[in-house]
């Protein structure tokens, strides 16, 4: 305190309070390039490249075919709080640009070395203006095309401490292409292009695609296997690119969320898509998922973050809903099926040596040793040789199963007249660089051929064979009924001939809390017993003993009286750990009990997973099973 002692206040100078401010908003090279793209974006331009040297910190080039910047007004925008984007203080409830606090170019300009040529469409020529450290030295008119260039260099040169908290060039570079790769997807419709070091690492079409740069950006592997969906609600709109729950991350790298254009990082909206994913995913594992959602820019705060990196919403509980829901009716299809792959089954490690016994031609066509040969970039540009193979593969078996598909449309037709109530599920599917909508699957449409191993029920439909897990599906369907029991106002339970005593310590006793009433909800009928008992007289109807036991055995055991059981995720996630006893492995079930188990599964929410994430069945594709004998 003694510091402090007789200091009088007194106002910072400019190139002091320059700086800090700067400390806001320019943090590393990444927090330069995303404002000024950002500024491009605003300026409706339809291309942006996108320059870097050194990860940035020595070179960042942006140039764009926006609106420029007007002659009168390059020196008002190296100011703090000069602004196009806004006017008065109510624009800040409808805020429909990517910027509009004024900060970005004076912060920029107070720690670099900055130049600036603009022009207009009305201007006959353009404007030059070189500042450092926050002084203009040049300013002057010259020759250039419409659109503005802004060149940064020797970032922090007067600010040396913070260079000392610079990551490696390869970190820096990193978090910048990491960043133009998503604003890639949320505008499709600009052309973008990135240069490392003097390297084109990609350049976008520009033609409104996301898929196409999905494909361009990232990889056809990952693409290949995502869901598209569009959904609208009041005033939200929502597109995504989501995974089947068989093809997960092992973090939540591969999620991103896009609001109003703008790349945010949200809760809300990790909660949402976790949400979607309950009971498909196991513990650890995350979905790959793009979301780009529209919404009234009066619902949405965005100015609650000095980079502008989260957003909060006005009914947060609606978004997540929202969000949620959508994804979880377009993940019930057949497409959330595993499906085995050829390539699965046969392939090569990529580091195993090449075959010895086949010829040379045959060995260089191995496309895995392409793989290790090829660089990124390489890869990318073949990317039009595998969706041409694909499409090539695809009519070929469109030819050979038309007969089969025009008789099986005359079957579904007749089966529709009995069976009213079919589900018939739309989605999108990705192939090549267009989604093909709605693709249809019944449960009630495959037919049971038996089962294997004392595990696995076969069934076989029009063009696939299925491996159904008994064990996982009946899990499924246990938890099920538990559930919808707890929720229904009767509960159907079976009287025990011989009651059931259960004995437990004292301290178990003590910290049972409102399991009681919980197991009551669930259709038992417990009671105290003694000082350390209960006695259970009735279980739910579709419940074993020995099962009923278990599951008490289960509850008692691991439910604390800290357990919140008025919550209801949180009772599914204590019946899903519960849900232990169910058809086992090696059980051998008779075709009634395999007819059973069926019709018990096609009823359910969701039977494509047990409740702890696992697949209850996966396919083979005709296609695949022809590929593997090779008959095609």
């Known amino acids: 305190?003694?510091?402090?002692?007789?200091?009088?206040?007194?106002?910072?100078?400019?190139?002091?309070?320059?700086?800090?401010?700067?400390?806001?908003?320019?943090?590393?090279?990444l927090s330069i390039v995303k404002e000024l793209v950002e500024n491009s974006i605003d300026a409706g331009a339809k291309s942006i490249i996108v320059e870097i040297k050194n990860g940035g910190k020595s070179?960042?080039?942006?140039?764009?075919?926006?609106?420029?910047?007007?002659?009168?007004?390059?020196?008002?925008a190296f100011k703090r709080h000069a602004t196009s984007k806004i006017k008065n203080a109510s624009d800040l409830d409808h805020i429909c640009s990517l910027?509009?606090?004024g900060e970005a170019l004076a912060s920029i300009a107070a720690v670099s070395r900055v130049e600036l040529i603009t022009k207009t469409a009305e201007d006959k020529s353009g404007i030059r203006i070189k500042i450092e450290g926050g002084e203009v030295l040049e300013k002057e008119d010259t020759g250039c095309p419409e659109g503005t260039t802004i060149l940064i260099e020797d970032l922090f040169f007067n600010t040396p401490a913070r260079l000392k908290f610079m990551k490696p060039d390869a970190t820096e570079s990193t978090l910048i292409i990491d960043f133009i790769s998503k604003m890639t997807l949320a505008y499709p419709q600009i052309k973008i292009r990135l240069i490392n070091n003097g390297n084109i690492l990609f350049s976008t079409a520009g033609k409104g695609d996301i898929y196409s740069n999905m494909l361009?950006?990232?990889?056809?592997?990952?693409?290949?296997?995502l869901i598209?969906?569009?959904?609208?609600?009041?005033?939200?709109?929502?597109?995504?690119?989501?995974?089947?729950?068989?093809?997960?991350?092992?973090?939540?790298?591969?999620?991103?969320?896009?609001?109003?254009?703008?790349?945010?990082s949200s809760k809300i909206m990790d909660n949402a898509v976790t949400d979607a994913y309950l009971e498909k995913l196991f513990e650890g594992r995350y979905p790959i998922a793009f979301l780009f959602l529209q919404i009234a820019p009066e619902k949405l705060d965005v100015n609650i973050h000095p980079n502008k990196k989260e957003v909060r919403f006005e009914n947060e509980r609606l978004i997540r809903d929202f969000i949620t829901d959508s994804i979880r009716r377009n993940l019930q299809s057949k497409e959330a099926i595993p499906?085995?792959?050829?390539?699965?089954?046969?392939?090569?490690?990529?580091?195993?040596?090449?075959?010895?016994?086949?010829?040379?031609?045959?060995?260089?066509a191995d496309p895995n040793q392409q793989e290790i040969k090829k660089s990124k970039i390489e890869e990318q540009v073949d990317i039009?040789?595998?969706l041409f193979e694909q499409r090539r593969q695809e009519q070929d078996l469109e030819q050979a199963a038309e007969a089969e598909k025009q008789r099986s449309r005359q079957v579904e037709e007749a089966e529709e007249v009995y069976l009213p109530d079919r589900k018939v599920i739309e989605i999108a599917e990705i192939s090549d660089t267009k989604p093909r909508i709605k693709s249809e699957f019944d449960m009630r449409e495959l037919s049971v051929t038996g089962s294997i191993f004392g595990t696995y029920i076969t069934a076989v439909d029009e063009n696939s064979f299925y491996l159904i897990d008994q064990h996982a599906a009946h899990e499924r369907i246990f938890y099920e009924q538990l559930l919808a029991q707890y929720q229904k106002q009767d509960k159907i339970q079976q009287l025990i001939l011989t009651p059931i005593v259960v004995n437990v310590t004292h301290a178990i006793k003590n910290d049972t809390g409102g399991m009681l009433d919980f197991l009551g909800?669930?259709?038992?009928?417990?009671?105290?017993?003694?000082?350390?008992?209960?006695?259970?007289?009735?279980?739910?109807?579709?419940?074993?003993?020995?099962?009923?036991?278990?599951?008490?055995?289960?509850?008692?055991?691991?439910?604390?009286?800290e357990a919140d059981l008025e919550n209801q995720k949180k009772i599914s996630a204590i019946i899903t750990n519960a849900c232990k006893k169910a058809v086992k492995a090696h059980d051998v079930l008779d075709k009634q009990e395999i007819d059973r188990l069926m019709a018990d599964l096609a009823k359910t929410k969701n039977p494509y997973s047990c409740p702890h994430g696992r697949p209850t069945f996966i396919k083979l594709t005709k296609y695949e099973l022809e590929k593997m004998f090779k008959r095609v």
Do not use: C, W
């Not at 800090?20 to 943090?27: K, L, T």
């Not at 080039?61 to 007007?70: A, H, P």
């Open 339 to 364: 499906e085995i792959k050829e390539k699965n089954l046969f392939q090569f490690r990529s580091s195993d040596p090449v075959r010895k016994d086949l010829p040379q031609s045959q060995n260089a």
């Open 384 to 386: 039009k040789k595998l």
């Open 99 to 101: 910027g509009f606090r």
């Open 59 to 76: 070179y960042i080039r942006v140039t764009d075919n926006g609106s420029g910047i007007e002659k009168q007004d390059v020196d008002l």
């Open 228 to 264: 598209h969906l569009k959904e609208e609600q009041e005033q939200m709109t929502l597109e995504a690119f989501v995974s089947a729950p068989n093809n997960s991350k092992t973090n939540r790298k591969s999620q991103i969320f896009f609001v109003n254009g703008r790349y945010i």
């Open 1 to 29: 305190m003694e510091l402090l002692e007789n200091k009088r206040i007194m106002e910072l100078p400019k190139h002091v309070a320059d700086k800090i401010a700067a400390g806001e908003v320019v943090d590393r090279p």
């Open 216 to 225: 361009t950006i990232y990889s056809k592997e990952i693409g290949d296997k």
């Open 521 to 561: 909800n669930l259709g038992f009928q417990i009671e105290e017993f003694g000082p350390t008992a209960y006695i259970v007289k009735a279980i739910p109807i579709f419940m074993e003993l020995e099962g009923a036991k278990e599951f008490i055995d289960y509850l008692l055991d691991n439910i604390s009286e």
